[in-house]
């Protein structure tokens, strides 16, 4: 079992920034993969970025590049997600997700954090 506990979520005006945390405690492994998804009202979850236990490998959607960065620090189980330039469609709950392998669906998912963007 893997826990996840995301944090950092809150109201902020378009242009602005947030980091969001995510501490992941419980049975985790070398080679797994930490991600980030996000819903808003009335849509389906979307992908939003993910990142392997390295590091090395990071991905992104296409709505989000540029702006977003994804980082981990595996000393602490945490992975961070960081949002500059936030614009009104990036509002939402925000949702940290876990898998074990680097490929796959994911096993685990936090309970999520809202992030709202003003005009």
């Known amino acids: 079992q893997v826990q996840l506990v995301e944090s950092g979520g809150g109201l902020v005006q378009a242009g602005g920034s947030l980091r969001l945390s995510c501490a992941a405690s419980?049975?985790?492994?070398?080679?797994?993969?930490m991600g980030w998804f996000r819903q808003a009202p009335g849509k389906e979850r979307e992908f939003v970025t993910a990142?392997?236990?390295?590091?090395?490998?990071?991905y992104y959607a296409d709505s989000v590049k540029g702006r977003f960065t994804i980082s981990r620090d595996n000393a602490k189980n945490t992975v961070y997600l960081q949002m500059n330039s936030l614009k009104p469609e990036d509002t939402a709950v925000y949702y940290c997700a876990y898998r074990y392998r680097d490929y796959g669906e994911y096993d685990y998912w936090g309970q999520g954090t809202q992030v709202t963007v003003s005009s």
């Open positions: 419980g049975r985790t492994f070398s080679r797994d993969t």
């Open positions: 990142i392997s236990w390295s590091g090395r490998k990071a």
